[in-house]
């Protein structure tokens, strides 16, 4: 029987080449902004990262990023582009091809590993300056265990910059009219939850408390700088400017 992460990427997979927004890889005219200093990324579905949260100017020159859960060729190459030393990390075989392509068109080098972040990360302790985690742990049940890999890996000292989806999402119908669900969302455990997603054809997803999020990273040994919030970028709850998503910028503790 395929475990839930093995079906997210098969899903993810089909939803790239169905023309995924988050599949859609930059063009070689965002890629030469970029070169030129001009150049934003997305944690959350509509609100651009302060380019402060990278460090003074935003200078990234230098830096090493790991992109988790981060493939498909939007982040990465920017910061490729801007100075970085990259290494992306994602399950998704179609996100990572598309990684590949980019890398290739545009000739950078980026170290790229297909991998299930629920797993222990494949690196070395201490091997990042900088973690980009865009919006995707909803995709998986235990965040914590995440959380604790990224602070091992992250240098003292390195920041976490991580997009989150909040509980709004899955208390809601799909038309975003009713609260229908009782909290937590777990389809595993709630066959009617796991009716709704396949209805929904929106994969395999979790709900997650702010707790377990911003509490989690500090539970891991991650201080909380600063955060922003966002709505979805579609639908009711979004006209009506209800966020559903945080972002929070972390740092290793020394």
Known sequence: MENYQDINAKTIDRWVDEGWQWGKPVSHEEYVKALNGEWEVLLTPTVYVPKVWFGENGDIRGKRILGLASGGGQQMPV???????????????????????????EGYAIDIVQADMTKPLPFEDESFDIIFYPVSNCYIEDVYSVFKECARVLKKGGTMLGGFATEINYMVSSDETRIVNKMPFNPLINPEQMRELEEDDAGIQFSHTVADQIGGQLKAGLT??????????EGRLHELNVKTFIATKTVKRL
Do not use: H, P, W
């Open 79 to 105: 910061f490729a582009a801007a100075g970085a030393v990259c290494t992306v990390l994602d399950y998704s075989s179609r996100q990572i091809s598309t990684e590949k392509m980019v890398a290739e068109r």
């Open 224 to 233: 909380l700088v600063d955060l922003y919030d966002d709505t979805n970028g």
